[in-house]
């Protein structure tokens, strides 16, 4: 509606008038009467593009609440949740750490929210609870160096996800400076890796066959100091690009890598 704006911290969403500055309206407030008792978090909100009253917040469990403001003032109850169940056997001590969602963003039209975990981003259409309708691989191939990550703190790390303006594409940040591009339309196998440096170099990386050994990108990761994978993929764990933002109407990212 242009008057009205949220913010969220771990434990609460307030909803914010422009005109009023010294008040808010807390909307959910998922604070237990016992702190001990705190199993989740609020990791991100973000108000629906053109519905004023919906909202959608994403949790350290890996879940998306749907809320809807006319429903009550203190929103305790989603009108719709969005999780994916995880397979039977699958379970490790990483499991919920990597399940945390760290952003959620709306499509601008407003029918599909994008998600980023540790591991994937995933499409879900709002109509529909069953399940992501795509997810896309961005950290698979870090499956085997979780105990590391977890070690080093970067588990924690909480990367950003963006849509392009028409829908077609969406994007997100990984280690060494690189950001990972797909396409989502349903016959799309567009996944383009792209780094954020001065001297940007453009890595097509296939689905899901390997990547070729690139031998530009195992100097560059001896000099840099990181590590190599078998398949030539260097990661450097200290530049991460977490913030990105597609333009809403040009074909243009904008990424904060290292200081720049």
């Keep these: 509606d242009g008057e009205t704006f949220i913010s969220a911290d771990d434990l609460r969403i307030n909803l914010w008038n422009l005109e009023i500055s010294n008040q808010s309206f807390n909307i959910v407030d998922v604070k237990p009467a016992n702190m001990e008792d705190l199993t989740e978090v609020i990791t991100s909100a973000e108000f629906h593009p053109t519905h004023c009253h919906t909202l959608a ?12 403001l006319r429903q009550s003032a203190l929103c305790d109850k989603h009108s719709k949740l969005f999780e ?14 990597i399940a945390s969602i760290s952003d959620i963003k709306f499509a601008k039209d407003g029918r599909y929210i994008l998600s980023r975990d540790y591991m994937t981003l995933k499409l879900w259409d709002i109509n529909m609870d069953s399940g992501p309708v795509s997810t896309f691989q961005v950290h698979e191939h870090l499956r085997p160096k979780l105990c590391d990550l977890y070690e080093n703190d970067s588990i924690f790390d909480k990367f950003e996800c963006c849509l392009s303006g028409d829908g077609q594409r969406v994007a997100t940040g990984s280690y060494s400076n690189l950001f990972r591009v797909f396409g989502c339309h349903p016959a799309s196998t567009e996944a383009t890796t792209l780094e954020a440096s001065k001297n940007p170099m453009r890595r ?3 689905v899901p066959s390997r990547p070729s050994r690139s031998l530009s990108s195992i100097t560059r990761a001896v000099r840099r100091g990181g590590e190599v994978d078998a ?12 913030h990105l933002a597609w333009h809403p109407t040009e074909n243009s990212i904008a990424c904060a890598a290292a200081n720049s």
Excluded: C, H, M, W
Aim: no cysteine; charged share 20%; glycine share 8%.
């Design 57 to 68: 917040y994403s949790s350290s469990k890996g879940s998306i609440r749907l809320i809807d």
């Design 84 to 97: 994916e169940q995880e397979a039977p056997g699958s379970r490790s001590f990483f499991t919920e750490i």
């Design 204 to 206: 097509q990386v296939q």
């Design 231 to 242: 398949n030539g993929n260097s990661f450097d764990f200290t530049t991460k690009l977490l």
